[in-house]
């Protein structure tokens, strides 16, 4: 074998067609088996769940501008609430990353052509967008006001349509098992020659723990789904104390499985930002293993620790101790992650563009959100935060603050990858000091919110808490305006944007290493995989003088 | 000191004994919080401007990594939190550990209301009565979904369930009226459902205890059965719309019903309305009201119609610690949950 400096990855051709061109009918899109074409399409559906969601954040922060009604009654805010978590929990947040950055760059990475199971990718697909039908049709038939938590028995009695919307999340929760059987499948049995396990690139391991939580975990929920549509259809009772039946097991089946979506929706996240810091640091990571053990770490640990979310709810002291130490532990894994973050910047070559903007709000804001998270997890603490506003800051914090920033990362950093434009940098960082900003403005003041004890899901609220609430509401319009201008620049950037240059970041990472639109089968060559993914110690001519 | 951080957080009163050492374990992890991610990031910064890029693809170094640094910050972190949890886990259980000599009061919760049963018979709806410096233990349930009591100023919240008792103590160290508030999503008042703990006294409590055996007049005895019966959780007395027409005003006015016929509000009409509530429904309201049919006796019911009477002057300020409500109806066609227990 020769040295990796002398033998060059070779597959930067550019190609006549990308997957994109290569069929123009509608068809050849709505029933594509491309991997690439199915995360687009992902995309496009995650991303009008965000609009909508965030539509519905916005109404219910316009309603909290004045104690009392302002624009809205209270059963209209209960039921925005509580469509509010479930288009942002099932139809974006757990899907976004995972489905539509996932889909595309997986295979990519790991040198394959296609996932395992195309066709299944595209069932996976259609059944996402049944699901999230099912789900929104529910504002139709009679709304829902149970909270995105459905906690029995409010749940088995309100007289909205619970059947419904479950029956369309358990269906989203299919397709997210489908879409984690495949990546695990595709990691296991496609990885090309020369990608060993220890040569896959990081956000591909990060979709690998994130899958398999999806596959074990997403059971348990559709099965305490289904028990509540029974409960609510048919009365069987279960979680009825009245028939027998106890909601407290409700709460554990609950955040046994969405405890650890909580980590389906960071670990994709925090795969981004292994991507993102190594590439504009121009550095190889501090500790690649560090960052894979971590990623295994917190998928199995994240299991044990459902328990602290029912601190109050009428646990032993014992196992309440038990869930809080077991919680400290899973949070030591994204420290891990932290540190070795940061200190890849060291000895770098830093080019903070806007991806690495976002990769840096994702670390401030994830710190906060996760030291946060502890503290909740800190019982005699928690008797106080539980269920009000510090909690609501808390969880957006890791969800707004981390997820979304992380998907904001991704956006910018894959754009030339997956449409061949550029946008300008200039809108970009505009564009991240108002999302940033305006993050801050809605949620620092709801943790004090919840300090001076607001509860959460509260369409009233005593005038004290008003000044507070409005600043939160300033702060959410600000947010909206940061998203809007972003959605409008890279709108215009993908119809009118310069195009963009194969690795126009420079990254060593595999995805780069075939043409930015990639050809329908990934590659136009075998790609040489000799140099590893984060290899930034040794030279690389083909791109890295052809670039500049 | 603690003081000025309670005010920089906006922390409530703190009347309980729980509340200083929770608040000084809160300042603490606050503080801390801030420090670690202070700390971290001025490193970033730090790196971001020393290792800014200056050639652009320069190769860089392939750095060893150093178990010792990493391993230190692992257990460093690992300590902090550590510790945060031996402190926050002896004060959960010391919240669990209810001392003998507590004065139990019995607490139902139900859609939307708080009922307290103190020892000596006495019921009071919203407002739960207690000594200065001695424990109180809560015994709670639920009559129907889940609740949770929660005393911000008492740094005490429990989930309040249906089918099973739990407790909650806590020893008041301060005077004053602090308010209640149900923190577990109940249904559309949930914001409504609040309450009040008044924390009296030695002389005033005694004066409170004596207080039971008053006379009172037909109104006043009504009033009472109404707040017993939970019927002003669902009418105001002050003239707004709530779950159900308001009482100020209405005895002797007309009622438009939701099948177009219009009523005049006399007794016989409100006493049909509390017995069998469905026959008669005022037009934009939901017929959620359960009837009252054997759990209001005669006098009761007759003492409520005296009271309803009694408002014609009406709007009058609540004398009961009505939820503060800016109410709003709900949709018509939207059928609430028959609130399973709402006649006690």
């Not at chain 1, 997210?176 to 220890?198: E, K, P, S």
């Not at chain 1, 707004?400 to 910018?412: I, N, S, Y």
């Not at chain 1, 808490?465 to 959605?487: E, I």
């Amino acid at each position: 074998m020769t040295g990796a400096a002398e033998s060059p990855p070779r597959a930067l051709t550019t190609a006549e067609t990308n997957y994109a061109t290569v069929r123009q009918t509608v068809g050849s899109w709505l029933l594509t088996t491309d991997h690439k074409r199915i995360g687009v399409l992902y995309f496009v559906a995650t991303t009008c769940a965000l609009a909508l969601g965030g539509l519905f954040a916005l109404l219910l922060r316009i309603e909290h501008l004045s104690p009392g009604p302002t624009v809205m009654g209270a059963m209209t805010y209960n039921r925005l609430f509580t469509l509010h978590g479930i288009t942002m929990v099932w139809l974006f947040l757990i899907p976004s990353i995972p489905t539509a950055f996932g889909n595309f760059l997986l295979p990519i990475q790991i040198g394959a052509t296609e996932v395992a199971f195309p066709r299944l990718n595209l069932l996976s697909f259609w059944i996402y967008v049944a699901g999230a039908v099912c789900v929104l049709s529910a504002m139709w038939l009679g709304a829902i006001d149970t909270g995105w938590t459905f906690y029995a028995p409010y749940s088995t009695q309100s007289p909205s349509a619970v059947v419904p919307t479950v029956v369309g999340i358990f269906m989203v929760g299919w397709s997210t098992i489908l879409t984690g059987v495949n990546f695990i499948v595709t990691v296991h049995t496609m990885r090309a020659r020369g990608v060993t396990w220890m040569r896959v690139p990081l956000f591909t391991w990060a979709m690998y723990g994130t899958s398999i939580i999806q596959v074990l975990a997403t059971p348990v929920l559709g099965l305490s789904l289904v028990i509540v549509a029974l409960d609510h259809a048919l009365g069987w009772g279960l979680f009825d104390p009245a028939r027998g039946g106890d909601p407290v097991l409700y709460q554990h089946l609950f955040w046994f499985y969405s405890h650890p979506a909580v980590y389906i929706m960071i670990l994709p996240a925090m795969g981004v930002v292994s991507e993102v810091i190594p590439t504009f640091a121009h550095k190889n990571p501090y500790s690649y293993e560090a960052i894979v053990y971590s990623t295994l770490g917190i998928a199995f640990v994240g299991f044990l620790t459902w328990g602290h979310h029912m601190f109050v709810a009428g646990m032993s002291s014992f196992d309440a101790g038990a869930f809080g130490v077991l919680s400290m532990l899973v949070a030591i894994f994204s420290a891990i992650k932290v540190f070795t973050w940061v200190w890849t910047l060291s000895k770098g070559s830093i080019l903070t563009a806007t991806p690495l903007l976002y990769a840096f709000g994702f670390l401030f804001l994830f710190m906060f959100g996760g030291m946060t998270g502890v503290a909740v997890a800190t019982m005699s603490l928690d008797v106080h935060w539980h269920d009000t506003y510090f909690v609501v800051a808390h969880f957006h914090f890791i969800m707004v603050g981390g997820t979304l920033t992380a998907w904001f990362a991704a956006l910018h950093y894959w754009f030339p990858k997956v449409t061949g434009r550029m946008y300008s940098e200039r809108l970009g960082a505009l564009g991240f000091a108002l999302v940033f900003g305006g993050f801050l403005g809605t949620f620092v003041p709801q943790f004090l919110l919840g300090n001076a004890g607001m509860p959460r899901r509260y369409y009233d609220y005593p005038a004290r808490f008003q000044t507070l609430n409005v600043m939160s509401t300033l702060g959410s319009w600000l947010l909206a305006l940061g998203m809007l201008l972003t959605l409008a620049y890279l709108i215009h950037a993908l119809l009118f944007g310069e195009r963009a240059a194969a690795n126009p970041w420079r990254s060593r990472c595999f995805e780069w290493r075939t043409a930015s639109p990639p050809p329908e089968k990934n590659f136009v060559e075998a790609p040489d995989f000799e140099l590893g993914a984060y290899d930034y110690s040794a030279l690389w001519p083909a791109t890295d003088e052809a670039e500049s | 000191m603690l003081e000025l951080f309670r005010k920089l957080l906006h922390l409530p009163p703190a009347a309980s004994s729980f509340a200083r050492g929770v608040d000084a374990l809160h300042v603490f992890v606050i503080v801390t919080t801030f420090l670690g991610v202070g700390v971290i990031g001025a490193i970033t910064t730090y790196f971001v401007v020393r290792w800014r890029e200056r050639a652009p693809g320069a190769t860089t170094p392939r750095v060893a990594v150093s178990v010792g640094r990493e391993s230190a910050l692992v257990v460093g972190t690992l300590a902090l939190f550590f510790l945060w949890w031996v402190i926050g886990y002896r004060q959960y259980l010391e919240m669990r550990r209810r001392p003998a000599n507590a004065i139990p009061v019995y607490v139902i919760a139900k859609q939307w209301m708080w009922k307290f049963s103190y020892a000596d018979g006495r019921i009071a709806n919203d407002v739960l009565t207690v000594p200065l410096g001695r424990p109180v233990e809560l015994i709670m349930t639920s009559r129907d979904v889940i609740h949770s009591f929660f005393v911000p100023a008492m740094r005490v919240k429990q989930d309040v369930l249906p089918g099973r008792y739990v407790t909650l103590w806590f020893q008041p160290i301060k005077a004053g009226t602090y308010p209640v508030f149900c923190a577990e999503y109940c249904g559309v008042s949930h914001s409504k459902m609040l309450g009040e703990v008044q924390v009296l006294d030695d002389a005033s409590y005694r004066r409170w205890q004596q207080d039971a055996t008053q006379s009172t007049s037909l109104a006043a005895f009504g009033r009472d059965a109404a707040v017993r019966h939970a019927c002003l959780s669902c009418h105001t007395i002050d003239g707004q719309p709530h779950i159900g027409p308001t009482w100020s005003r209405l005895y002797g006015s007309p009622v438009k019903l939701a099948d177009g016929r219009e009523v005049v509000a006399d007794p016989a009409y409100l006493t049909e309305s509390m017995m069998d509530p469905a026959a008669e429904i005022v037009a934009g309201y939901p017929a959620v009201m359960p009837t009252y049919l054997g759990s209001l006796d005669t006098a009761e019911t007759a003492a409520i119609v005296e009271y309803i009477r009694s408002l014609q002057a009406g709007p009058v300020t609540a004398s009961v610690a009505l939820p503060r409500l800016a109410v709003s109806v709900s949709p018509p066609g939207v059928a609430q949950p028959p609130p399973a227990g709402a006649a006690p």
